[in-house]
């Protein structure tokens, strides 16, 4: 959470672990889907992400094999 700062300081741990904590306890309440975790949140939303950017790099992929 510091970056690529390789000399943090003791503040900016604390801060960090403020955050994790936070993180960690909060929960977000949809109606359909109980409660989650705002890491489980942000986690599910990188994957979706992740799912979706590889299907559009297949699809680059297969577009630019069938013009060569």
Do not use: P, Y
């Not at 403020?18 to 942000?42: A, E, P, Q, W, Y």
């Amino acid at each position: 959470m510091s970056g690529a700062n390789c000399n943090i300081s003791v503040m900016e741990i604390m801060e960090s672990e403020k955050k994790l904590r936070i993180l960690s306890v909060m929960k977000l309440v949809h109606h359909s889907n109980g409660s989650i975790t705002v890491r489980d949140f942000i986690a599910r939303c990188r994957a979706e992400t992740e799912a979706v950017d590889n299907e559009h790099e297949t699809a680059d992929n297969l577009s630019l094999s069938q013009v060569c």
